[in-house]
């Protein structure tokens, strides 16, 4: 199975894989938790936008809001 983006890729923003797992799932809930309030349907599955922001650069450990909006 190929990942895409590529892990090396992804660790240039977060070096840790298990960081690279929190920051994306806290990300990912967010992005899931603000659709739901807003009441937009989302293109594609809040993981996978979440990673790709880390992959696009937009998003790492130094940048993550850790709170979840409620």
Known sequence: ???YPA????NKYVENRY??????????RQIAEKADVEG???SEKP???AINEV???K????????????
């Open 1 to 3: 199975m190929m990942l």
């Open 55 to 57: 992959a696009e650069g």
């Open 7 to 10: 892990m090396s890729t992804l």
């Open 40 to 42: 937009t349907p989302l």
């Open 19 to 28: 960081l690279l797992v929190n920051v994306v799932a806290r990300r990912a």
């Open 59 to 70: 998003l790492s450990t130094a940048n993550i809001d850790t709170t979840i909006v409620k």
């Open 47 to 49: 993981v996978t936008s």
